[in-house]
């Protein structure tokens, strides 16, 4: 029955976008199947109410922050979320979740696939956010610890293997020198790209680019969250994600990379310029940058295309 329904749904998604590519009318059809699995629960959802939902998830941080966690918190203002089970160092993301169990210590990219049951777990063009909620980070982490005489900037990149190639969506050492010159009069600059050995890793194997040492030498003033981390675990943050989520609380200004790096950026207000090559990645197909990623939060995304674009981005809205 499940792939008879498939079948008619993907005839759906062709009729409905023609023009959509052949390849991606697939997300399309999960999507609208994700939507129809919803309807299983509605007596519980709507009438009977009671404390009943499981939610496990141990796939790429991206659709976690994007689909998983908004459907957590969507069931927890319902008063219907159970219990939540996901990677290591998560449960500050699910701070809502009277029930939480850190049981994963490897996130696996294809589990993400497997979720029918959670809405909008797919790249789509046709969003719902009916079983969905954006998690209110900002107002949950705000605190006085995290705060410096400038607004923050915080810069969160990343230097990773993406689609099985070289590193792609990456702020270089001359782009983050040209960043820095122009705006560490006018904002705290904070940098963020963690060492594999502080988070919860997937298939996307993290590279050297050895910009640590370079900021430290070259920019002292900028505040690396390396040191942050090194400075106040365990006293004061709990994982390396406690320490990110305190540190973005206190920030409304972001530059991030595509994936998790963007999402998480994304959830706390403010603007967000996200550098996301168009020719890799979904995203851009779909225009998740203007119907997905300003849900999380009510954040203004600027989609950079190229490092130029952040640059540019920059000057005019920085």
């Known amino acids: 029955m499940q792939q008879l329904i498939l079948k008619s749904l993907y005839v759906v998604a062709r009729l409905k976008y023609p023009k959509l590519r052949r390849d991606l009318w697939y997300f399309v059809r999960d999507n609208y199947y994700c ?26 941080f ?6 998983v966690l908004p459907f957590a918190y969507w069931h927890y203002l319902n008063g219907t979320l159970g219990k939540t089970i996901a990677a290591q160092h998560t449960k500050e993301f699910y701070f809502f979740s009277s029930d939480h169990e850190e049981r994963f210590k490897k996130r696996v990219w294809m589990e993400s696939y ?54 792609i969506n990456f702020l270089d050492i001359p782009t983050l020198d040209l960043i820095i010159r122009g705006y560490g009069s006018r904002y705290q600059i904070v940098y963020n790209r963690p060492l594999p050995s502080q988070i919860v890793q997937d298939n996307s194997e993290t590279m050297h680019l050895n910009e640590h040492a370079w900021l430290r030498e070259n920019h002292p003033d900028v505040v690396l969250m390396d040191d942050l981390y090194s400075r106040h675990y ?17 920030c409304s200004h972001f530059i991030s990379m595509h994936g998790g790096t963007a999402a998480l950026a994304s959830c706390f207000g403010g603007t967000n310029i996200i550098l996301s090559d168009p020719n890799w990645g979904l995203e851009h197909h779909f225009n998740e940058y203007e119907n997905l990623f300003p849900n999380l939060s009510g954040a203004t995304i600027l989609h950079a295309r190229n490092r130029a674009d952040v640059l540019a981005h920059l000057s005019t809205n920085y």
């Open 234 to 250: 365990p006293l004061t943050v709990n994982n390396y994600n406690h320490l990110q989520l305190m540190v973005y609380a206190n």
């Open 114 to 167: 497997a979720h029918y049951d959670v809405p909008n777990m797919t790249h789509s063009n046709s969003y719902s956010f009916r079983n969905w909620a954006p998690v209110p980070y900002k107002k949950q982490f705000q605190n006085d610890l995290f705060v410096f005489e400038k607004p923050i900037l915080v810069i969160a990149n990343k230097y990773n293997i993406e689609w099985d190639q070289p590193p």
């Open 62 to 67: 991206d659709q976690e922050l994007r689909y």
């Open 35 to 60: 939507k129809l699995v919803q309807g299983r629960y509605v007596i519980r959802d709507y009438v009977l109410k009671k404390k009943y939902k499981v939610i496990s998830y141990y796939g790429e």
